[in-house]
Each structure stands twice: as structure tokens, then as C-alpha cells.
């Protein structure tokens, strides 16, 4: 795994957590995220420390945006894929909520059940899954 941290979107990194949803594909509601920002309801994993203290650069490698209980949207900068970042991603979120739901294509179901999440399958290459700590 990765040297991240985790911690709540800051107004500043609304264009950052845009363009990493964007860069996975995500449809996403640029005031949707404004607001899930607004309200702490957007996550970023930053390198190093997620308070700042060991003067690594702040810039987010991942982004999470909640609906409720639900994870809209989670996604890694391309480059930075396959290095534990997403998984860090969904457990501070875990962190956060007594229960996480997802749903997602059939390709990342194998991520949502590794990370504990009861998935059932849904029409069109869909599943719905559900984590309850």
C-alpha cells in the first residue's frame, strides 16, 4: 500500500477531485461535489501525511464523494492506480459510516467485495453492494 492520508476535500481542491473523477470517466455534477465538498462529504488521499506535516506535496491522488450512505464516486489519478489508494479511499469512508453502499460495473466488483462488501448483481453488468461495519 501506498503512503496516503486521508482527510475531508477543502474548497480549493474542487477542480483537483473534478479532474480525477472526470479522468476515470465518472459522470459527475460539478455542484453536487461543491456541495458534498461543503458539507465534508467529499474524501482525498493525498501523499504523505493527510495533515500536511511532512512537506509532501498536497496535491489529491484520489477522490471519494458521498451520497448519504452511499459512495457516488471513487477513483485514482491513472498513474497512481493499483497502489492501495482506492481501498485507503473506502475505509476512512468506512471510518465515517456505520454502513457504505456502492454500486458499480461488473469489472470492480472483485475491489468492492475484497473491501467486505455483500454484492448482488443488478441488470446491465451492474452490482449493488452493501457494508456494514
Known sequence: MTDVGVRAATADELASVLGILDGAALETDAERVRAGIE??????AVPGDAAGTDGTERTPVGALVFDGD?????AVRRRR???GIGTALVEAAADRREVLVAECDADVAAFYESLGFDLTSLEGGRCRGRRDE
Open 39 to 44: 458539507r465534508g462529504d467529499v474524501l482525498v
Open 70 to 74: 452511499e459512495i457516488a464516486n471513487v
Open 81 to 83: 492506480r493499483g497502489q
